[in-house]
T-cell receptor, first 110, second 111 residues
Framework: GQNIDQPTEMTATEGAIVQINCTYQ??????LFWYQQHAGEAPTFLSY????GLEEKGRFSSFLSRSKGYSYLLLKELQMKDSASYLCAVRAGGGNKLTFGTGTQLKVEL | GAVVSQHPSWVICKSGTSVKIECRSL??????MFWYRQFPKQSLMLMATSNEGSKATYEQGVEKDKFLINHASLTLSTLTVTSAHPEDSSFYIC???????FGPGTRLTVL
């Protein structure tokens, strides 16, 4: 099986930077995804990492270390609309199945 | 980008009835679709992998006779919750064969 851990909740200030960590234990690793999910809505894709290193996309960046089973999502210049749940998901084995972490509820305050 | 739609967006039904949820890929062909459910304040859990033209593959603990999946074409997969009970109330979400695109979800409430 797979084990994916994320903090349950985080709070940050508008305009600041926040880093959401995700650790995983799996066999046959084949990619890590980050999603944003607002309450009552389906997840929205943010980023994908399969090789070690940092992937930057606008205000959002994601980092992966396969040897450490570790990833983080970095959100810069936080806005109130960034308040949402952030889900880390790992693809492993055959079939492109995703296993999701429990999600990190981010609250952005003034 | 690839667009996935679901219908209905929400449904309320009585206990014991069956409910069908449709998942369509609008601008791409999906040989594989994935069905997830999400209980309140929990993360997404994969229920089954729907394969066009063949039987679905169910995850451990998911009853295949209760959650019937049909993937008869490259653009449509359906999930039928048979004899629904209140504990089946959940948010059901599908995705095409690309992890980037999820359908908008179907909220099922069983009374």
């Amino acid at each position: 099986g797979q084990n994916i851990d994320q903090p349950t909740e985080m709070t940050a200030t508008e305009g600041a930077i926040v880093q959401i960590n995700c650790t995983y234990q799996t066999s046959g690793f084949n990619g890590l995804f980050w999603y944003q999910q607002h309450a009552g809505e389906a997840p929205t894709f943010l980023s994908y990492n399969v090789l070690d290193g940092l992937e930057e996309k606008g205000r959002f960046s994601s980092f992966l270390s396969r040897s450490k089973g570790y990833s983080y999502l970095l959100l810069k210049e936080l806005q109130m609309k960034d308040s949402a749940s952030y889900l880390c998901a790992v693809r492993a084995g055959g079939g492109n199945k995703l296993t999701f972490g429990t999600g990190t509820q981010l609250k952005v305050e003034l | 980008g690839a667009v996935v739609s679901q219908h209905p967006s929400w449904v309320i039904c009585k206990s014991g009835t069956s409910v069908k949820i449709e998942c369509r890929s609008l601008d791409f062909q999906a040989t594989t679709m994935f069905w997830y459910r999400q209980f309140p304040k929990q993360s997404l859990m994969l229920m089954a992998t729907s394969n066009e033209g063949s039987k679905a593959t169910y995850e451990q603990g998911v009853e295949k006779d209760k959650f019937l999946i049909n993937h008869a074409s490259l653009t449509l997969s359906t999930l039928t919750v048979t004899s629904a009970h209140p504990e089946d109330s959940s948010f059901y979400i599908c995705s095409g064969n690309n992890e980037q695109f999820f359908g908008p979800g179907t909220r099922l409430t069983v009374l």
